[in-house]
């Protein structure tokens, strides 16, 4: 007989009668000390309830580029951001700064259990963190937040609380880089309005010594001068000669001090527009998430199944008795049969 026929005896269901059979008694133990074993731990297991948030993180572009630049190819604040929003919404749920908040907020803690004048405290919170809260991008571009905790409502605080603080920090991130452009935008805005309100007293000045425009006054007095001296008008071509040298002396700067008003006015208009759009960024908050689903309190745990660990025990514990019984029957079978 080879090993495959002695495989197929040793599993087939008439030797299996024939071992529960030989070992009822045994069987029926194990199996009430399993029923009543398995029974305890199934109903003793701690309850574990799940709440989950699905949100979008929304285009990261600024609200002035959006909104005051008309710039057509803005995404615009409606739009979903994508992949690369996704994964800057992810680094910040992963951050410190999430764990702490929460850990504050919920006193996690006391809520866990934990010690703190124990050992390693932050480690066994950071542990319990991991294992019962996660953040996964979906293949929708979306991002899941999932809580598991003992008690229902706390789950679903917790999983809403980060989705609200996430925007919250991601806010604040970008708001700490804005206000610092803001600052230098600002002082280049009003530099450059002081220094063409200087410009534009310069030029007051310089048109109250009769210098009003250079090339215009220059050929009115050239004509006014030769008239006078055609009809022999001395004390008026006197008085014109004054004008060209107030004209020559101070025309070079008028006209020096207006190129420059104009160009300066030109870039002040610029920076009036950055630094609008600058001071936008830096006071106005425009949640960047869209929440697709809020956690709500679960109405039922999440696991343990306890049925399936019931019956998974029960059926584990009798498939490993007929194994070992087996075993021991073959092994007495093969004892036997070398002691003849």
Known sequence: ?????????????????????????????????????????????????????ILFPASNESASHTLLSGNESSKGLSRFGETEEVEYFLQVLYSDQIKEYITHQFDLFNHYNIDTTSSYPKTKLTNKWE???????????????????????????????????????????????????????????FDAINDVQKMQDSLQKLRELGVVNYEAQSEVYSDAYAQALAKGNKDGAKAIEEKFKILAQYGGTYQMFDEILTNESKRLSELKQKYIEAKVDAEQYIPYKFIVSRAEVPEKAYYPIRWLVFLGGVLSTLILTFF???FVSQKKKSEFKNEQ
Do not use: C, G
């Open 1 to 53: 007989m080879d090993t495959n026929q002695k495989d197929s005896q040793l599993f087939s269901s008439a030797w299996i009668l024939e071992l529960y059979k030989a070992n009822r008694n045994l069987i029926h133990v194990i199996t009430a000390i399993s029923v009543v074993v398995f029974l305890v731990i199934a109903l003793i297991l701690p309850s574990e309830y799940r709440a989950t948030v």
């Open 131 to 189: 294992n019962n809260i996660s953040f996964r991008k979906t293949e929708f571009l979306s991002i899941e937040i999932e809580v598991f905790d003992k008690d229902p409502v706390y789950a679903a605080k917790i999983a809403n609380t980060i989705a609200d603080y996430s925007d919250t920090l991601y806010n604040k991130i970008k708001h700490e880089r804005a206000k610092k452009a803001f600052e230098i935008v600002k002082k280049e805005y």
């Open 324 to 326: 070992i019984l087996a």
